[in-house]
């Protein structure tokens, strides 16, 4: 009797585990069938549409080579207005991210606010900022302040995400041993949280900072202004050597941002 009794319950267990594994076979699979049908739909199986792939794109390249620096002191405004596009918008997405983002996180004890602030950052982030730029053009007019608008208005819903995430991932235990001796709430949040947050908040802004240099360019072309209008303007007039140039521009300037990133990095959160 005993030794039945200890044979079942270790034959449920290797069945369970044995179910879970299938399961997650199961699943490997269905994945498996779900990415080969995209790429299906998406036409990347059809060998012949590569045929001219890279012939068309070297015949680009030489025609792109060496870049034309000669228009370089009209490009000052554009750049200026990109870089001021990419700062407003990312400084006004952190500023209303952080308090929707901390509603947002579970376990914050308000349900009713969780889940009404999920809702506003999945709809800021499920338009993309292009469609944002199309609205603020039509609503302020053409330049840089519907491009920051824009930009604002969409990562509010990622960082707003991404914040959530980070604080729901807080190690509650040096709180719990802070309240434990009486401190307050503000303390704790002072004390143990923000010191846990902080540096990946950081990082995730920055990197959004990056990103945003590269969604400003792309605003230029509904006319948001900046260094995106002269690139698709280059690209319009067939100048693809100071289309290049343009290029390496925003190549430097995002490099740069890295590097400033890094050092912030380096000085403030280590």
């Known amino acids: 009797m005993s030794f039945a009794a200890d ?15 299938l399961r997650g076979y199961a699943g490997f699979i269905a994945a498996g069938f779900a990415i080969a049908a ?12 590569y045929r001219d792939a890279l012939p068309t794109i070297l015949v680009l ?3 792109s080579l ?11 405004r554009p750049l200026a207005e990109t870089l001021a596009m990419s700062i407003c918008g990312t400084v006004l997405a952190a500023a209303a991210a952080a308090p929707l983002g901390a509603l947002a996180a579970s376990g914050t004890g308000f349900p009713v606010a969780s889940h009404a602030a999920r809702l506003v950052l999945n709809t800021l982030r499920s338009i993309p900022d292009l469609v944002w730029g199309i609205m603020f053009v039509a609503a302020v007019g053409f330049g840089p302040l519907p491009g920051l608008l824009a930009l604002a208005c969409h990562s509010t819903g990622m960082l707003g995400k991404f914040y959530a995430e980070i604080i729901e991932h807080v190690d509650a235990a040096p709180g719990e041993a802070l309240r434990s001796h009486g401190v307050s709430r503000l303390a704790v949040l002072r004390f143990s ?33 900046g ?3 002269e690139l698709i303007t ?24 890295n590097m400033l990133g890094a050092w912030l990095r380096s000085r403030f959160l280590q």
Do not use: K
Not at 201 to 219: G, K, M, P
């Open 61 to 63: 390249l030489g025609d």
């Open 7 to 21: 044979r079942d319950p270790m034959a449920s267990v290797l069945a369970d585990g044995s179910r879970r594994a």
């Open 234 to 257: 280059a690209f319009h007039l067939f100048a693809y050597r100071e289309a290049m140039a343009l290029i390496f521009l925003l190549l430097a300037l995002v490099t740069a941002i």
């Open 193 to 225: 949280v923000l010191p846990q947050i902080l540096p990946r908040v950081v990082d995730v802004t920055l990197y959004r900072w990056e990103h945003n240099i590269r969604a400003a360019t792309v605003l230029g072309v509904i006319g948001a202004g």
């Open 227 to 229: 260094i995106g209008l």
């Open 38 to 49: 995209a790429f299906a739909y998406a036409d990347a199986f059809n060998l012949a549409r």
């Open 66 to 76: 060496p870049p034309d620096f000669s228009r370089w002191q009209s490009w000052g």
